[in-house]
């Protein structure tokens, strides 16, 4: 899952000099429980008394502030953003393929099949089940079923998965989990179009996203230079410190809303 928790701003700033406490960090995210996660203790880093994340702000709430303003985005000239490294150009936006989710569903069942089993796959072929939001993609090879990934989207979905893993019927190696149908480009925090319908306003963000360069995440020069001039190399300490975390169970008051996964 996509989290607004650790992520290599604080390594790429390190490498600069600058130190978290002198970091104001702000990302823009399709989602409102960003906010949550990112006030979650374990985003706190108790030695430097900082925060991963300092504050989520929601592409809705964007707009609003340069509505605010009286600023026009369709007026605006594109501009290039500085790079955390010299080596990156930053004049072109790029993503990973995967859809619209933020996952890395596609990049994983790639990286298992060539590591795994010296299988290249060039295209991810996904098969829908009880709708498009619950698919299954696998990997055959003499009909034997090598990798059974899956993807399921929204509350619907995700509580028929739990179930299923409660009963211990669920075949899946992997499973991309999110809570907005559709994704994250349908995420609760996207700005409102009101002079169409939320259907065609998801489409037509879903054709924009496409268009989008992608690459594969270990081609990019900056991650290859995270990785060799501060992490230490790929399985170092360093790296596992500070590219992953943990989740804890948070407390919630008892409600009789409240649902039982």
């Given at each position: 899952m996509q989290g607004s928790g650790n992520d290599s701003t604080f390594p790429c700033l390190f490498m600069q000099h600058v130190t978290p406490d002198k970091i104001y960090h702000v990302t823009v995210m399709p989602c409102y429980d960003k906010k949550l996660e990112a006030s979650r203790p374990d985003?706190?880093?108790?030695?430097?008394?900082?925060?991963?994340?300092?504050?989520?702000?929601?592409?809705?709430?964007?707009?609003?502030?340069?509505?605010?303003?009286?600023?026009?985005?369709?007026?605006?000239?594109?501009?290039?953003?500085?790079?955390?490294?010299?080596?990156?150009?930053?004049?072109?936006p790029t993503s990973h393929r995967g859809g619209g989710s933020g996952g890395y569903l596609e990049h994983v069942f790639r990286h298992a099949a060539r590591e795994l089993f010296g299988?290249?796959?060039?295209?991810?072929?996904?098969?829908?089940?009880?709708?498009?939001?619950?698919?299954?993609v696998t990997l055959e090879s003499e009909g034997r079923v090598l990798l059974h990934f899956a993807v399921a989207y929204g509350f619907r979905n995700i509580q028929n998965l739990v179930q299923k893993l409660k009963r211990g019927?669920?075949?899946?190696?992997?499973?991309?989990?999110?809570?907005?149908?559709?994704?994250?480009?349908?995420?609760?925090?996207?700005?409102?179009?009101?002079?169409?319908s939320s259907k065609e306003l998801l489409q037509h963000v879903e054709r924009l996203y496409s268009?989008?360069?992608?690459?594969?995440?270990?081609?990019?020069?900056?991650?290859?230079?995270l990785y060799r001039d501060w992490l230490h190399g790929e399985g170092s300490e360093q790296a596992s410190c500070l590219l992953h975390t943990s989740y804890h169970a948070v407390e919630k008051a008892s409600s009789g809303h409240?649902?039982?996964?």
């Open positions: 985003f706190f880093n108790q030695e430097q008394q900082t925060r991963d994340v300092d504050c989520v702000v929601t592409t809705g709430e964007v707009f609003k502030l340069l509505e605010e303003e009286g600023v026009s985005l369709s007026e605006l000239e594109p501009a290039p953003l500085d790079g955390l490294y010299s080596s990156v150009s930053t004049q072109e299988i290249h796959v060039d295209e991810v072929t996904y098969r829908p089940l009880r709708n498009k939001d619950f698919q299954e019927r669920c075949p899946y190696h992997y499973v991309e989990v999110m809570a907005c149908p559709s994704g994250c480009l349908n995420g609760g925090g996207q700005l409102k179009a009101p002079d169409t268009m989008v360069r992608t690459e594969e995440p270990e081609d990019v020069p900056g991650v290859q230079e409240s649902i039982r996964w």
